[in-house]
């Protein structure tokens, strides 16, 4: 009788430490599911934070680079100012990073990239949107400057790069009121500072102050 309730009391216990076990490892792996929960969450929270404004200036303002370093490749073959070379090198190499920097925000957002229309034979290569974006030149502008050469091309150059920017300043300020994704924002306010200076500059250049 007394090795039966041994035997009894064992199994009992036997049975209560795998109930036990079993419960354990629930909680574990509910605990791993939360955690895991959690950082998506943060993860998702780290990719957000932008709104319909910062989608707008980031697909506008790509499209208004492409524009202006197409302009600014002209300058090596048709420009004689070695100021005005200088400036365009400089434009260039400000700008094709802000592309880079601007489609990759696109892509993280799961928006559609702006097809680069650039370097194209077809009469569509120049006449990116320039009527519904501040600055841009129209097919005929760019058609123009592509032909000109010497003190003209600088001329020219210099005139429309001025509107050209213009426009970026203009487009870079209602990001900076209506965005809320901070690097935008925050590129937005590069915009303004840099491309006042070189406007600054251009006129001076043009005889204008």
């Not at 780290?46 to 197409?70: L, P, W």
């Not at 213009?166 to 306010?189: N, Q, R, V």
Request: charged share 20%.
């Amino acid at each position: 009788m007394t090795a039966q309730r041994r035997f009894v009391r064992r199994t009992v216990l036997a049975v209560t430490a795998s109930v036990a076990a079993l419960m354990l490892a629930a909680c574990g792996n509910d605990g791993d599911s939360k955690a895991s929960g959690g950082t998506a969450t943060a993860s998702s929270t780290a990719t957000g934070g932008h709104n319909a404004a910062d989608v707008s200036f980031s697909k506008e303002m790509i499209q208004h680079h492409r524009q202006a370093v197409e302009m600014a490749g002209l300058a090596a073959g048709h420009a004689s100012s070695a100021q005005v070379k200088t400036l365009a090198t400089k434009i260039e190499g400000a700008q094709a990073p802000e592309i880079k920097t601007m489609s990759g925000w696109l892509t993280s957002w799961g928006e559609q990239v702006p097809q680069d229309m650039s370097g194209m034979d077809s009469g569509m290569n120049h006449d990116m949107s320039s009527s519904a974006t501040p600055g841009m030149m129209s097919d005929a502008d760019m058609g123009k400057l592509e032909k000109a050469s010497g003190a003209a091309f600088d001329t020219m150059f210099l005139s429309m790069m001025v509107e050209h920017h213009e426009g970026a300043i203009s487009m870079a300020k209602t990001e900076k009121a209506d965005g809320s994704y901070a690097p935008a924002t925050e590129l937005a306010a590069d915009v303004i500072t840099a491309q006042s200076a070189e406007i600054t500059q251009m006129d001076k250049m043009l005889g204008k102050s």
